[in-house]
Nanobody, 131 residues
Framework: EVQLQAFGGGLVQPGESLTLSCLGS????????LGWFRQTAGKEREGVSC?????????YYGDFVKGRFSISRDSAGNTVYLQMNSLKPEDTGVYYC???????????????????????WGRGTQVTVSS
C-alpha cells in the first residue's frame, strides 16, 4: 500500500524559509515521480514542484515559484523535500505531496484531488506566512 506523509509546515514571517518533507512507503524510487501541490484560499489546487526519479531527476516548478523553492529527493527515492525560501503571504495554504506517474506528466494540469495522473495523495501540511 502506497502511503505518503508530509511534515514541516508551520507559521513563518514573510521572507523566511521553511522545508517540507514527505516520507513515502509502499513503492520504489523507479515507480513514481513525486510532487508537491498546494491549496490556497479561493484557488484551485496547483502544482508547486515535481521531481522524476529516473535518469537525471528532472524537476519542474510552478510559475509562481520564480526560483524561490527547490525540490530534492533522497537516494532511496522515497522521501522528497521542498525547500521554500523568500516566502510570501500568498504562499499560505495547505501543501500536499503526491505521486505523479513516472514523469510528472500531469503536474501542470492538476486542479483538484481527482485530477487524472496523480495516483496517491498524502495528508496536507499547513504553511502560514504572516507577520
Amino acid at each position: 500500500e502506497v502511503q505518503l506523509q508530509a511534515f514541516g509546515g508551520g507559521l513563518v514571517q514573510p521572507g523566511e524559509s521553511l522545508t517540507l518533507s514527505c516520507l513515502g512507503s509502499g513503492f520504489t524510487s523507479e515507480d513514481y515521480a513525486l510532487g508537491w501541490f498546494r491549496q490556497t484560499a479561493g484557488k484551485e489546487r496547483e502544482g508547486v514542484s515535481c521531481i522524476v526519479s529516473s535518469g537525471g531527476s528532472s524537476t519542474y516548478y510552478g510559475d509562481f515559484v520564480k526560483g524561490r523553492f527547490s525540490i530534492s529527493r533522497d537516494s532511496a527515492g522515497n522521501t522528497v523535500y521542498l525547500q521554500m525560501n523568500s516566502l510570501k503571504p500568498e504562499d499560505t495554504g495547505v501543501y500536499y505531496c503526491a505521486t505523479v506517474g513516472r514523469w510528472c506528466g500531469s503536474f501542470y494540469y492538476v486542479t483538484s484531488p481527482t485530477t487524472h495522473g496523480v495516483e496517491y495523495w498524502g495528508r496536507g501540511t499547513q504553511v502560514t506566512v504572516s507577520s
